[in-house]
């Protein structure tokens, strides 16, 4: 695999304490990475990300928002801005996580602005000085379970993709996280086939240069994602990294996850 692995966990509205948060990044100092073979990018709740974005990157990993705004500063009570993120030097940000799509209405017209918005802000920002973070969006995408079974699953990724092809002008600023909804949190992972089926079939669908074999965006896998089955997914082709959710603290009994 010629992509560097990008690997993130979403802590979602988790946990409740902000020395909870500190705690479990205190913990990762014991275990450490290395930074030249993978990208490690983790994504704490809005409130936590500032108290927590310097010692994580102290440990080599960057932060990055759950969300962001489609619009510009404004009258916009509770959203905040890819302006924002630039500003503070959050270089990352999920866009379209199929909770944000289920939960609060998220349309693929919403995140096309979104993704808009991201890449401006970072080419603004290489314009401006070269040390701000660039926007990148972990554009998030996948079917649900009755879409699968009626055979849509490429049809609705192609369509949740085409969204935002023509905003984006940058797409080394871009990470596919293919997430079918009915393997997030549920303990049913796609199989490393079904997984590569499908993230193939999405890389095709990416203007010319961004393919398989020498393209440059990188893809990948979300939903129910363990120490275990990591290890075949990862072998993949298509698989550059996994978007990881559950905690140990967070899994239910029976979720079929052992850590
Ligand atoms: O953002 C992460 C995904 O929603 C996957 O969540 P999960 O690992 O709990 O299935």
Redesign the pocket.
Known sequence: MSRKPIV?G?W?CNPAKLADAKALVEAWKEKGFDKEKVDVVI?PTALHLGHVKTPLEGLGMAVCAQNVGKNDMGAFTGEWTAAHLQDMEVGYT?IG???RRSKYGETDEDTALKVEKCQEAGLKANLVEETLPEQTVIF?IGELLEERESGKTDEVNKRQLAAIIPKVKNWDLIVI?Y?PVW?????KVATPDQAEETQAAIRAYLPLGRRAGGGRARAWY????TPENCKELITKPNIDGF????TAK?RKPGDGRTD
């Open positions: 993130g979403n979602k994504a999920l996580h199929s909770e998030c996280a997430e393997a997030i949190g549920t303990g979300g939903g129910s994602v978007l990881v959710g559950a967070s």
